[in-house]
């Protein structure tokens, strides 16, 4: 997999190097353009810093998309990206390294996870356990299909390249968060992956995807490694994307 992450607001910039998780089939679907949402409304503040939206869970901390005025919060044990670091993951025979799909402003748990030198070019990459964010999609005709394509993209990009048949995409539901946004929502797996590595794992996504107020569909995506011990729990990913919502503008705040 080629994986890549920048600082900046575009998401199809040249890939960097820097690791953001790591180690097709049936019920996938055709990515959509990973853009971002022209229309989306502004937010003032940032939650990093004091000046934004506050958790909605106690104990926990608020992660922002401030260009698409979207906020959702994760556990305290997560870290949280600089809102203009975007992730992506792109296939590895394409020279132009368009993204597969991507994620702007995200949280990681345990950046850390695991470390190696997979490629054996001297330099250590560090891969994390999980990651969570959201970007623009005005590419999905609907949120159904932003949610099974960006889950199975994820899980895809990260976990089986370059085998699509690995990829699991279950059911699309209708899913509502804590602050009434209604939408879909989608979790896609990997089975078989091989072990080549100290650090390569199965994974799971879920994307949950909705119209915001100007009739864009915005994916909030989760990804991360499965069937090890220290997984993201799928109660805790669903009570993650529960807690999605507008701030700003938007949200009338």
Known sequence: ???????????????????LLGGGGEGAAPAPEPVTSSAAPSATGDPRTGDGPRPTVAGWKVVANPDLGIAFDVPADWALQSPDWVGYVTEDDDPLE??????????????????????????VDDTPL?????RGNNGARNPAEAARADSANWAYGLYTQPDRGKVGTG??????????LT???????????ERRGRCDSDGKATTFAFENPDGDVVPWSFAGADGVGDEVPDATVRQ?????RLYGPASGA
Do not use: H, N, Q, Y
């Open 1 to 19: 997999m080629t994986i890549g992450s920048a600082a900046t607001v575009v998401v199809a910039s040249a890939v960097t190097g820097t690791v």
């Open 240 to 244: 993650i994307a529960r807690t999605v």
């Open 130 to 134: 999980a990651s969570a964010g959201t």
């Open 98 to 123: 368009k993204p597969l799909v991507a994620m702007k402003a995200p949280a990681v748990l345990k950046e850390k996870w695991c470390s190696s030198d997979g490629d054996r070019d001297g330099t």
């Open 171 to 180: 059911p699309v539901s209708s899913f509502t968060t804590a602050s009434g």
């Open 183 to 193: 939408g879909s929502l989608a979790t896609s797996s990997s089975s078989g992956v």
